[in-house]
T-cell receptor
Framework: AQSVTQPDIHITVSEGASLELRCNYS??????LFWYVQSPGQGLQLLLK????DTLVQGIKGFEAEFKRSQSSFNLRKPSVHWSDAAEYFC???????????WGAGTKLIIKP | EAEVAQSPRYKITEKSQAVAFWCDPI?????LYWYRQILGQGPELLVQ????????DSQLPKDRFSAERLKGVDSTLKIQPAELGDSAMYLC?????????FGPGTRLTVT
């Protein structure tokens, strides 16, 4: 069955430090991959997506993610985090022609001043 | 920039009462999704519409939940009767193709 795993429930990073959030998926074919961000009490905003082509994708707010087929991973990175990046981050996989998404449980990012 | 609208933003209701949520998708988006998100978890799809037709409602608890999109534009999700376990964020999203745009959600608290 298709699934998405975000191994880290929460991560604490100092402001200005680099960030990597992990995402692993289980899916038989090449998936569509997404990262969304959710601020407290808000809806979800798309950070970036991968459909095909270059496996390193750039998104908004200085984020990037790399698709690694051999590892079934799509990790999100940012070279230098800002306090405003504190939020919950969700990885999702699009698995069928209806573009339904399978979601990870999310990783809460905490920024230390 | 066009946005998905949802109302109300917050709703407190007593168990056994009826509650309804409204969603207005981005103009021209044929696909509309309703999700439930429990605190600390990812969204769970409840129902997907393509225009006015239901594409998938396999995860919708049909004994108490109903959803409609009569004219293929805005949509209503109803719960009757509400139960304590229904306390969650209810998110609406719309899409034109493969990218979903989310509204701000409705936070439901059942007491």
């Amino acid at each position: 069955a298709q699934s998405v795993t975000q191994p880290d429930i929460h991560i604490t990073v100092s402001e200005g430090a680099s960030l990597e959030l992990r995402c692993n998926y289980s899916y038989g074919a090449t998936p569509y991959l997404f990262w969304y961000v959710q601020s407290p009490g808000q809806g979800l905003q798309l950070l970036l997506k991968y459909f095909s082509g270059d496996t390193l994708v750039q998104g908004i707010k200085g984020f990037e993610a790399e698709f690694k087929r051999s590892q079934s991973s799509f990790n999100l990175r940012k070279p230098s985090v800002h306090w405003s990046d504190a939020a919950e981050y969700f990885c999702a996989v699009g698995v069928d022609s209806n573009y339904q998404l399978i979601w990870g449980a999310g990783t809460k990012l905490i920024i230390k001043p | 920039e066009a946005e998905v609208a949802q109302s109300p933003r917050y709703k407190i209701t007593e168990k056994s009462q009826a509650v309804a949520f409204w969603c207005d998708p981005i103009s021209g988006h044929a696909t509309l999704y309703w999700y439930r998100q429990i605190l600390g978890q990812g969204p769970e799809l409840l129902v997907q519409f393509q225009d006015e037709s239901v594409v998938d409602d396999s995860q919708l608890p049909k004994d108490r939940f109903s959803a409609e999109r009569l004219k293929g534009v805005d949509s209503t999700l109803k719960i009757q009767p509400a139960e304590l376990g229904d306390s969650a964020m209810y998110l609406c999203a719309s899409s034109l193709s493969n990218e979903q745009y989310f509204g701000p959600g409705t936070r439901l608290t059942v007491t």
